[in-house]
């Protein structure tokens, strides 16, 4: 390896421009499918490899929920499903 | 179509894979051995490009191989049997990433037989769940395979195998490289089996490896390289045609060497050849190859060239193509007319047709068309009668009378286009939607597109010499959608930005001005005359001035136009400078103030019902009264303002930019001071003594001061020219209402140029060390590094003259080059966007029904329907409210 990786830490969860995500339950996973009415493959997608899924240990199918700001709606919510690649 | 019957089928889904040389031999239906033609007779060579197993084109050709004539015979492929073999040009990395994976020896995989196994069951388990990932996991299988250099199967040791764009490969030998020749890629590639293949994410039913490789070339029909004859009467046969023979001719002399015994290098040299000219006919622009061309340098368009780029299968003739029931002529401005028309010639008028289908209640009409004949507008040029199916062309019938007699319902007469069609409008660049819009027709004579001036600003027209294109629906269908969807006045209101892309521009915003400015009294006759010009047919309201004569203020002729309950406040543009104000209580009449539909203070300007204005009158009224309610505005207000400006005229002479001798020196006087200000930094800047600028070089900070000064200078000048000048000069109006130019423009023309640049720095190119010949060298004085102080009233020195010519170049070159890559910009953008879809639920989704954004804008809010770009307009509704309630909130 060229450069040594560095370790990820929990601090990056504070950092302003990292917005809140949260791993959904079964339930509330089925619920944002049924709300939408689409197949999990329909949702944008997040890397296992993202540092947050990292983090939260994510696995692939888990569905993330994150609220970040933004400049027209306020807080908007989007929901991801993770991938492993 | 009878032929074929006309069942209808779903297609599932497209397979893609390699043309098996089985395939290819049973296609043929002649092989070519000929390069030459045409025998010296004229008729094709037998076993030649032309020869007539390819298929009937000529008239009255019967085909030999299925016995059809020219037009239903679809053309047969023949082959080229290839003295050896040669790799197809685009399947060299496929073919270099198996070698790399299998073994030299015994062609299997370089894995351990019970890890194929393992690697199988989860390609499978993956290919099910996660598709994408399916494919790096072979990419993954084929580096750990590559990596091996000891077959696990028969232990032969392995070499790593070097492959050069586009069909060249190489054994890295530790005493050497060795070329494998196709035969030896084949030899080796043949060996891999089915299973191993599937690992390698090879399906081997389709895509046998060694089909990439060929040695039966497939020639298309003729059909595919049709020749042309010229007026010469010479044939020039089709650039694949050229190519093909090209083939033929070094297959040919392949076979030769490979017959006579050649020596292997010239064998060796003649098969090289080979594969480039074959690799050539399939993509003659490919690297590391020669191209194939014309006796005069022109490559050849081969295969690949037909399908890419702009002018391409692709892009020039699947995703656009050329229409009918379509016209282009100049446009030029028509006032009178409704925004929502477009005037159109007659001439065209006569060519563009609209099928309509005879009824009982529109057959008197159609009778009338029919009779006036194809060169008689309003006439017809077609009758398809119900009766027999036939199509009569009007052209060729003497009797119209009689044919008009004999219509009947359930005919479809092709009539003329006539007033009230609905047409599409377009000027290109067709940047956004509003590029192509719904206009009523108006025949009028004379030969050009008549447009109403108002509409300018969504087409981006003027008429300086624009052409426009027109489209003509012709199903009642397209005709609805188009009234519904695409009129001009569906339009005022863009999604681009919220607020209105129509709207006044130059003399409209001049003429909005004359009229309600405070000064402006109208006698009843000149009244009249304005509101004639609007259309307006109601009572006059009461005079504003009684004695001695009746006056009416042109703000109460405004108000007749406007909504009874109109609330509106805002600044007018001319609210700057001297004539600020922040309240309604504007003693300038620069705070616009409409309550209960009077224009009680402010006079009306750019900024009232410009173009491209958000939040302004026109958005207002459209936005909360609908956009007829605003187009029934811009057709008639809009022209009582174009009136009032005609009745006093407006006109710009020398006299407008004329600033008093005392004005003149005032500025000569600061030319001065601001000259010593400079002068002064620069000897700082000698001795050493200036202040440099933090992350500043000592020469940058000398420049950045000058040019600071020499603006502030410019500012000034500006500023002493318009306070000379007379409130109501033509110039001056023009600038303040936002009609055209601004105080840059009267300061050019009255006061000084100032400093020309280049690429943003004072000019300083041109000689070794100075900018002109004029000057000495290393002169760092503003006259000496473009800086004018002439204006185009009273002149420029010649010096002047090239400085300002440098710096309006520059501004060319910059409009060149933006114009070409915004254009670009815009093509990939609308290439990824163009299938999204807001759906009922307000998420966005792209054409497969995946999820983009959960919620349109995040907000939900159709900007075209926004205040720009707020959903609610908070302040609107307290005023409402508050009105309902007699003002209490």
């Known amino acids: 390896m060229p450069s040594k990786s560095r370790r990820i830490t929990k601090k990056i969860l504070k950092h302003e421009l990292v917005p809140e995500h949260r791993i959904l339950t079964l339930e509330e996973a089925a619920e944002v499918l049924r709300r939408y009415n689409v197949k999990p493959w329909n949702l944008p997608q997040i890397s296992i490899n993202d540092p947050v899924i990292k983090l939260l240990g994510g696995k692939p199918g888990d569905i993330v929920e994150i609220r970040r700001r933004s400049p027209t709606g306020g807080e908007a919510v989007a929901y991801r499903i993770v991938v492993p690649f | ?889």
């Open chain 2, 1 to 889: 179509m009878s032929m074929y019957g006309n069942e209808t089928h779903v297609i599932k889904g497209i397979k893609f894979g390699v043309l098996p040389p089985h395939e290819i031999i049973r296609m043929a239906k002649v092989t070519v051995i000929r390069d030459a033609i045409y025998e010296a007779d004229g008729s094709p060579v037998a076993g030649g490009l032309r020869d007539p197993h390819f298929g009937a084109i000529e008239p009255g050709e019967r085909c030999p191989v299925c016995g059809n004539t020219r037009d239903t015979c679809p053309g047969h492929f023949g082959k080229i049997d290839l003295a050896r073999p040669v790799i197809v040009p685009h399947y060299g990395d496929a073919l270099h990433g198996i070698l790399q994976a299998t073994c030299r020896n015994c062609g299997r995989i370089l894995i351990p037989t019970d890890r194929i196994k393992y690697l199988t069951a989860i390609k499978e388990r993956l290919k099910k769940r996660w598709p994408k990932l399916a494919d790096t996991f072979v990419e993954e299988v084929k580096r750990e395979a590559a990596a091996r250099m000891e077959c696990p199967h028969c232990g032969a040791r392995q070499f790593k195998i070097r492959f050069i764009k586009p069909f060249t490969f190489y054994e890295e030998h530790p005493e050497g490289e060795r070329r494998l020749n196709p035969i030896d890629v084949r030899e080796r590639v043949e060996k891999t089996i089915d299973e191993d293949l599937v690992l390698l994410g090879v399906d081997p039913k389709y895509s046998r490896p060694e089909w990439m490789i060929i040695t039966s070339l497939p020639v298309p029909p003729l059909s595919v390289r049709p020749s042309i004859t010229l007026e010469t009467g010479y044939r020039a046969e089709d650039d694949l045609t050229h190519a093909l023979a090209e083939i033929v001719r070094q297959n040919e002399r392949l076979k030769n060497f490979l017959i006579s015994n050649a020596p292997e290098t010239m064998i060796e040299d003649a098969w090289l050849t080979l594969q480039h000219v074959v690799a050539s006919y399939i993509d003659n622009e490919l690297p590391n190859t020669y191209q194939l061309t014309h006796r005069k340098k022109r490559a050849l368009k081969t295969l690949a060239q037909r399908l890419k780029g702009k002018e391409g299968r692709l892009r020039g003739n699947l995703s656009g193509k050329r229409v009918n029931y379509s016209a282009r002529t100049v446009i030029s401005p028509d006032p009178m007319i409704s925004i929502n028309e477009v005037g159109v010639p007659v001439e065209i008028a006569k060519i563009l047709t609209v099928p309509i289908m005879v009824t009982p209640y529109n057959i008197e009409e159609a009778r009338k068309y029919v009779l006036n004949g194809p060169d008689k507008w309003p006439g017809a040029t077609y009758v398809y009668k119900a009766r027999n199916g036939k199509k009569i062309d009007l052209r060729y019938i003497r009797n119209h009378k009689q044919l008009a007699e004999g219509l009947e319902v359930g005919d479809i007469v092709e009539r003329h286009l006539i007033d009230g069609d609905i047409v599409l409008f377009n000027r290109q660049p067709s940047l956004h939607r509003m590029s192509i819009l719904g206009h009523i027709v108006r025949v009028m004579p004379y030969k050009t597109f008549r447009l109403n001036p108002l509409v300018c600003p969504p087409y981006n027209a003027d008429f300086d010499g624009d052409e426009m294109n027109l489209h003509v629906p012709r199903l009642y269908e397209a005709m609805v959608e188009a009234r519904e969807l695409l009129l001009v006045e569906k339009h005022i209101l863009t999604p681009r930005y919220g607020g209105p892309i129509i709207g006044g521009r130059q003399d409209y915003i001049s003429g909005a001005y004359l009229l309600t400015v405070k000064t402006s009294l109208f006698t009843e006759e000149e009244v009249a005359q304005i509101l004639a010009a609007a259309g307006y047919k109601g009572p006059l309201p009461e005079p504003a001035i009684l004695k001695p004569r009746k006056l009416w203020t042109g703000k109460q002729l405004v108000s007749l136009f406007l909504p009874d309950d109109l609330d509106f406040k805002g600044k007018s543009k001319i609210n700057a400078g001297n004539l600020k104000c922040d309240t309604e209580d504007c003693f300038h009449d620069s705070y616009i103030v409409v309550s209960g539909g009077k224009l009680l203070m402010g006079v009306l300007d750019k900024n009232a019902i410009g173009a491209e204005q958000p939040e302004n009158l026109l958005h207002i009224i459209a936005l909360e009264y609908g956009v007829t309610k605003a187009r029934i505005l811009l057709d008639t207000l809009f022209k009582g303002f174009i009136r009032a400006l005609e009745m006093r005229g407006l006109t710009i002479a020398l006299d407008d930019i004329e600033i008093p001798e005392e004005a003149k020196e005032e500025i000569r006087r600061m030319v001065e001071e601001y000259k010593e200000k400079v002068a002064q930094l620069i000897r700082d800047y000698e001795e050493g003594r200036l202040e440099v600028i933090p992350g500043r070089t000592p020469e940058e900070s000398l420049e950045l001061k000058i040019i600071g000064l020499l603006q502030e200078l410019r500012e000034k000048a500006g500023q002493v020219a318009v306070a000379h000048m007379d409130p109501f000069n033509d110039v001056f109006i023009m600038a303040r209402t936002g009609a055209r130019g601004g105080e840059v423009n009267i300061t050019q023309m009255a006061a000084m140029l100032g400093q020309q640049t280049v690429r943003g720095k004072r000019i300083r190119r041109g000689f070794r060390k100075r900018t002109l010949p004029h000057f000495k060298e290393n002169d760092l004085s503003p006259e000496a590094r473009g800086f004018v102080k002439g204006n185009f009233r009273d002149g420029l020195r010649p010096t002047e003259v090239f400085f300002h010519a440098a710096g309006g170049r520059e501004g060319l070159v910059d409009t060149a080059v933006k114009t070409s890559q915004s254009g670009y910009m815009q093509r990939r953008l609308i290439n990824a966007l163009q299938d999204l879809v807001v759906s009922y639920d307000g998420t966005v989704k792209d054409a497969w029904g995946n999820i983009v954004q959960f919620k349109y804008g995040e907000d939900g809010v159709d900007p075209t329907l926004s205040y720009h770009g707020d959903g609610v307009k908070i302040d609107r509704i307290i005023q409402r409210v508050a009105k309902k309630n007699g003002g209490r909130r």
